[in-house]
């Protein structure tokens, strides 16, 4: 039992939530993207990008810098929330440091450049940015509810995070 649930104090969902078994796994995925695709541009992406036409190696160029820039957000976002995970730092600390992270969903290529692109370049971007979904979602969810004071009936409001938290998923 927790030194909250000990003292009668309601659990916070957003501490819960930042040190659950499915962040974990958010975690693990997230950094094996950062590792394949580092391994990705630095030897086989490396070699197609020589092979492409002018316009495409510029596609190339462009969207493998934003592929790049997109998880390495994403890889300091996981790994302050497991420094939350690992009771390294608060989850108020981690709130504050978060907003040096650009979670942005805005830089979505076309499809017209996506097509000029290698075909395993294409689906690590389209990972990178299914990724970048939950990660924005979950993030939503739990600093939301850290900067929330907590109105009325507590167990109301955690019912409520998890159906926000769930219809958001969009499975």
Do not use: C
Request: aromatic content about 4%.
């Amino acid at each position: 039992m927790s030194d909250q649930s000990a003292r009668g104090e309601p659990v916070s969902f957003s501490e819960r939530l930042a040190g659950s078994q499915a962040f974990g796994l958010l975690f693990k995925e997230g950094m094996a993207l950062v590792e394949e695709t580092a391994g990705y541009l630095d030897g086989p992406g490396r070699q197609e990008s020589k092979q492409l036409e002018r316009a495409a190696a510029l596609v190339y160029a462009t969207e493998s810098m934003r592929l790049t820039t997109r998880l390495m957000q994403l890889a300091s976002w996981l790994l302050l929330h497991r420094a939350v995970k690992e009771g390294e730092m608060s989850l108020a600390q981690a709130s504050k440091e978060k907003n040096k992270v650009k979670l942005a969903g805005s830089d979505r290529p076309d499809a017209e450049n996506l097509a000029l692109l290698p075909e395993l370049l294409r689906d690590l971007i389209d990972r990178s940015l299914r990724l970048q979904d939950r990660v924005r979602r979950l993030d939503a969810t739990i600093h939301k509810t850290a900067a929330e004071p907590s109105p009325g009936n507590p167990v109301e409001r955690q019912l409520g995070l998890l159906k926000a938290a769930f219809e958001s998923d969009g499975r």
